[in-house]
C-alpha cells in the first residue's frame, strides 16, 4: 500500500497499458478515470488468470498415453528408431561385404617371419606398420564385417601421400563417398564433431583432410577389434604355424 502512494510509482502490470489521451467528459474527474483504467486492467489480468486455471483443469484430467513424461516417451521412440536403423546397416553391411567379399586387394608384402608375428602382440602399432599384419587384421575385420575402418586408414595413408592438386581432391572427394556419407555401405563410425570438420575441410581438401577422422577410427580398431584379434584363431594359427616352421628348421 505504502508503494501505490508514492508519487510517480507504478505497478510493474500496468507499465506497459495503454493510457487514455482523449478529452475527459465533464461528469468524471481525472481520479475516476485513472481508477477506471486500473480495474480494465485488472480485470484483463483475472480473466487470463482464470483462462490458465482452466486450461490446467482440462490438462490434468486429460488421461495420459503413458506412464513416463512426454519426453521420456520421445527419447525411448529415438532410442528404439535408432537400435533399429543399427541392426538394419549391420544387416547391410553383412549382406555386401558377403558379395563384394577381397572387392579391394590386399597390401604386396613378403612372408612375415616368426619374430615378426610374435611382435604383433607387443603392441598394435607394431602390427599396423608391418604390411603382412595389416593384411592380416584385415582379414580378422572382414570376419566382424568391419572391414571398412582398415580400408578407410589405408585410402587415408595413401592420400597423405598425395602432391597433385588435382588428384587430392578427387582421391579426397572418393574417400568422403565411400566412408563417410551416410549413404554408403561402407560407412565409417564417426562421431558428430569430427564429421563437421570433415564438412568444413571438403570445401578445400588437402592431404591431411580425414587426419581427425582417421585417428578416430584407428583407435576404435585399437581399443575395440585388436584384443580379440589376438585371440582370434586367425592369429593363434598363424603363431602356432610359424612355431612349427621354426622349429622344424
Known amino acids: ?147 571398412e575402418n582398415m580400408l578407410f586408414w589405408l585410402a587415408c595413408e595413401d592420400l597423405k601421400q598425395e602432391i597433385n592438386k588435382s588428384a587430392i581432391e578427387e582421391k579426397a572427394r572418393t574417400i568422403y563417398e565411400d566412408y563417410i556419407s551416410i549413404l554408403s555401405p561402407k560407412e565409417v563410425s564417426l562421431d558428430a564433431r569430427v564429421r563437421e570438420v570433415i564438412n568444413r575441410k571438403m570445401q578445400d581438401p588437402t592431404p591431411h583432410t580425414f587426419e581427425d577422422a582417421q585417428l578416430q577410427i584407428y583407435t576404435l580398431m585399437h581399443r575395440d577389434s585388436y584384443p580379440r584379434f589376438l585371440s582370434s584363431n586367425i592369429y593363434k594359427t598363424l603363431v602356432l604355424g610359424g612355431s612349427r616352421t621354426s622349429s622344424e628348421s
Do not use: H
Open 1 to 147: 500500500m505504502c508503494l501505490r502512494k508514492r508519487s510517480g510509482y507504478r505497478p510493474p502490470d500496468l507499465i506497459n497499458a495503454k493510457i487514455y489521451t482523449g478529452p475527459i467528459p465533464a461528469d468524471r474527474g481525472g481520479g475516476e478515470l485513472a481508477m477506471g483504467g486500473g480495474r480494465s486492467e485488472t480485470s484483463a489480468l483475472s480473466g487470463a488468470g482464470e483462462a490458465r486455471g482452466l486450461t490446467t483443469t482440462q490438462n490434468s484430467q486429460r488421461p495420459n498415453a503413458c506412464c513416463f513424461c512426454w519426453c521420456c516417451c520421445c527419447s525411448c521412440s529415438c532410442l528404439t528408431f535408432r537400435n533399429e536403423e543399427e541392426r538394419r546397416k549391420r544387416r547391410r553391411r553383412k549382406r555386401i561385404s558377403q558379395d563384394t567379399k577381397m572387392e579391394t586387394k590386399l597390401e604386396t608384402c613378403p612372408k612375415p617371419s616368426v619374430e615378426e608375428i610374435r611382435m604383433w602382440s607387443q603392441s598394435f602399432d607394431k602390427l599396423m606398420r608391418n604390411p603382412a599384419g595389416r593384411n592380416v587384421f584385415r582379414e580378422f575385420l572382414r570376419t566382424e564385417y568391419s572391414e
